[in-house]
């Protein structure tokens, strides 16, 4: 209770009732539900009386609101509008005041961080753990020992991690890892195999799912499982990207997570347990 003194009742509501929405003027933000001490009695909960748009029952009866449009209102907005009206009178935060593609600012500031250094125009830098360490011999162009790029997209089964351990998104949005098909042929993987994924800090498992919107060389990883352990083999169940995400010190204008190799393998253990069929993990559950 010292750690976490509120109830998940009380957490909910704090979030219904911190809700803002724009008003009409397009600017001012104003709370979204009208909150009564009737609501708060029912409820049982701590809080302020409020008024909103709309009231907290019509809200939960509906799951939704909506922000009206009409034609010539306040929600529209066109970005750097003013600057491309007046650019003299709204300069942009650059030292020519412009949009710049030669940004020597860019330059100067990569400068004073003391790692690396990046060009003032946009130009292909080569990064730790990037394609070309995904090579043995890079002249000789023979696949080194992670001969895979993994980039993580973001999932429909969730916002980052949060709403991983919902089981309807487990079921719709089963969180494969992607192969090219050529690439899966050649390692003798099929669709939906069980496979492992191996980089220099960690291992995970994932259903293969093929395609040919990926290049060759290339794995995609969905962003934000809840890693999950098996402590019998040091392997990851859940395909989390941090299981196998190293901590790269890469410099200037890349991250380390966008810098990962791994190599990929037909798993020879029992299939993967589907994610939706695996014990639902609650944090910060109340006790029943």
Do not use: M
Request: aromatic share 12%.
């Amino acid at each position: 209770d010292k750690i976490f003194p509120i109830s998940e009742k009380q957490q909910f509501f704090n979030t219904l009732q911190g809700a803002n929405v724009i008003d009409e003027d397009g600017k001012t933000k104003v709370p979204l539900l009208t909150i009564t001490e009737q609501d708060l009695a029912a409820w049982g909960v701590k809080g302020k009386t409020q008024q909103g748009k709309i009231s907290l029952n019509e809200f939960l009866t509906r799951g939704t609101y909506q922000v009206e449009r009409t034609e010539g209102d306040n929600y529209g907005y066109i970005a750097y509008k003013d600057f491309v009206q007046d650019p003299e009178k709204n300069p942009r935060d650059t030292d020519s005041g412009k949009f710049e593609i030669y940004c020597e600012k860019l330059t100067r500031i990569s400068r004073e961080y003391g790692w690396n250094e990046v060009p003032p125009i946009p130009a292909y830098t080569a990064k730790p753990k990037g394609y070309e360490e995904s090579f043995s011999d890079w002249k000789g162009k023979v696949k080194g020992e992670y001969p895979f790029q993994v980039y993580n997209p973001h999932y429909l089964r969730r916002s980052h991690s949060t709403l991983d351990n919902v089981p309807w998104l487990r079921e719709a949005w089963p969180s494969p890892v992607y192969l090219n098909k050529s690439d899966a042929t050649r390692l003798g993987i099929r669709h939906g195999e069980t496979v492992l994924i191996t980089s220099a800090s960690g291992k995970t498992l994932r259903p293969a799912w093929l395609t040919e919107t990926l290049k060759p060389g290339v794995v995609a990883l969905p962003h934000g499982s809840w890693f999950e352990l098996d402590e019998a083999s040091g392997i990851d169940l859940a395909g989390a990207d941090n299981a196998i995400s190293e901590q790269v010190a890469t410099g200037f204008g890349t991250s380390g997570w966008n810098t990962v190799l791994c190599d990929v393998k037909k798993w020879q253990g029992p299939a993967l347990i589907p994610d939706v069929d695996r014990p639902q993990r609650i944090i910060f559950g109340e006790e029943r």
